[in-house]
């Protein structure tokens, strides 16, 4: 009975086509592509009118560059709303530096 459930589930979801989750586009790009400058962003007009980058298909996603290389220099500037950071960058914190004492100690030292 379970094994009918979970077929039925698939078999609705495939005849549908409902996409149950799907990842941000700047999530579905590599680390490798993000260390070159390139990113992607979301494009509503990629599954009708195409574009340069478009994932393809039925996808909204295409790609972009952050930052002129070689490897990006085709793409199209990623919008800022687009741009996520794929590291969250820890912030450092500088400890205060304490003055060098100005007084001259050896004044008040007597030798015996």
Not at 11 to 40: F, N, R
């Amino acid at each position: 009975m379970r094994v009918l459930q979970v077929t039925g589930l698939v078999l609705l979801w495939v005849g549908t086509g409902v996409q149950v989750a799907t990842a941000a586009c700047s999530d579905q790009v590599s680390s490798g592509d993000k260390g070159v400058g390139i990113s992607a962003m979301d494009a509503p007009t990629c599954p009708t009118a195409g574009g340069v980058g478009c994932f393809g298909g039925s996808s909204t996603c295409q790609f972009c560059k952050t930052f002129s290389t070689p490897q990006s220099a085709n793409f199209v500037p990623c919008t800022t709303t687009s741009l996520t950071p794929s590291v969250a960058s820890t912030p450092t914190v500088t400890p205060a530096r304490t003055p060098a004492p100005t007084d001259d100690c050896t004044t008040a030292l007597t030798v015996a």
